[in-house]
């Protein structure tokens, strides 16, 4: 089920690039989405199982991709003006979920309760990645996984360049995003278990985005 509409207060709490960058959110990842990006996602997704709840699932881009049967679906999203759009597109979805208003950095979940998150181009937005992935570890069973597609600093020194250059008006612009983020170094230092990363491009993107990693950690059974 839907938590239901979000107030038109909060949504107005927004900022208004806020608001505009919530609209604009699906038509700017339109190109990318049909250059492979929807397929990735599907991919990844088909993976969840049990309890999962995905971070930060802005306008519901994901929403199609997961499969059925999942014990409980969650989707947890602080910014009101995606939430508002996220409601909508889940209301036109076969899927059963919950949408709640929950930030990674404090998720809502008792100590080893969900078997699955999810997070899609979430890591490179938080302030603090480190604690983020900690939170992730408190809240995941034993063997419980991290499932995760985030672009990334490149590996190619002239690219890198250019995202360090550009970081601070991407960030502005993308609401947050910071292009050069060296995110998989992060997930290792965290003790998740890494498994099965994929490094590929995001076509039909700016090259400053462009870096994909795509893959699990899991949450150690001791």
Known sequence: MSSGAVPTAAV????????????????????GEK????????????????????????TGLNLGYYPDGLDELILTEPEAAMRVRLARRLRRSRHRARVLDASAEHLPFADETVDTVVSTLVLCTVDAPDPVLREIGRVLRPRGQLLFLEHVRSQSPRLAYWQDRLA???????????????????????????????????????????PLITGVATKSDS
């Open 12 to 31: 107005e709490r927004s900022g208004l690039w806020a608001r505009a960058f919530a609209a604009l959110y699906d038509p700017l990842l339109w190109v």
């Open 35 to 58: 250059a492979g990006m929807g397929a990735r996602r599907r991919d990844l997704l088909g993976r969840a199982r049990g309890r999962t709840v995905e971070l930060g699932s802005g």
């Open 168 to 210: 601070g008006p991407w960030r502005r612009f993308a609401e947050g995003c910071r292009c050069n983020r060296a995110t998989l170094g992060l997930i290792r230092a965290s003790g998740l278990e890494l498994e099965d990363v994929q490094e590929t491009s995001w076509r039909g993107m700016p090259p400053v985005v462009r």
